[in-house]
């Protein structure tokens, strides 16, 4: 559990119910908050999505500034470094992303992922 978090209670809720939905450009992020500072993130991204062409105008920023910690529900994404290193993340995978990124989907399904970090700035300025 990180530093400086507590959960005091049990908590459920469903992601077809969300707290908030952000819809950039075939971009749906649907926020659930959960007691102890808990936010998670269902992130769908739909085929043709990349971060530099459907996000970027939101954020404002060159390259995703995002931390990303997450697991791929389906699909596939493609991350690029701005290094120039890039991988392929593809479904039953858990990931890490640092920020400095630029991302897209892979083939004609959309991409859809659990994010446990940085889905509360995730898609805003």
Same mark, same amino acid.
């Given at each position: 559990m990180t530093s400086g978090m507590r959960i005091d209670k049990l908590e459920a809720k469903s992601h077809d119910t969300p707290d908030e $939905? @952000?819809?950039p450009n075939k971009t749906r992020v649907e926020i659930v @908050?959960? =007691?102890g500072g808990v936010t998670i993130g269902r992130f769908i991204f739909q085929p043709g999505w990349r971060w530099?062409?459907?996000v970027k105008p939101v954020v404002g920023t060159d390259t995703c500034q995002a931390t990303h910690a997450g697991y791929v529900v389906s699909g596939s994404i493609t991350i690029k470094m701005n290094d120039g290193s890039q991988k392929m993340i593809t479904k039953g995978m858990s990931y890490t992303i640092p920020p400095g990124h630029d991302?897209? $989907?892979e =083939?004609?399904?959309p991409f859809v992922g659990i994010e446990v970090m940085s889905?509360?700035?995730y898609g805003k300025r």
């Amino acid at each position: 559990m990180t530093s400086g978090m507590r959960i005091d209670k049990l908590e459920a809720k469903s992601h077809d119910t969300p707290d908030e $939905v @952000r819809t950039p450009n075939k971009t749906r992020v649907e926020i659930v @908050r959960l =007691g102890g500072g808990v936010t998670i993130g269902r992130f769908i991204f739909q085929p043709g999505w990349r971060w530099s062409e459907c996000v970027k105008p939101v954020v404002g920023t060159d390259t995703c500034q995002a931390t990303h910690a997450g697991y791929v529900v389906s699909g596939s994404i493609t991350i690029k470094m701005n290094d120039g290193s890039q991988k392929m993340i593809t479904k039953g995978m858990s990931y890490t992303i640092p920020p400095g990124h630029d991302a897209w $989907v892979e =083939g004609n399904e959309p991409f859809v992922g659990i994010e446990v970090m940085s889905a509360e700035q995730y898609g805003k300025r």
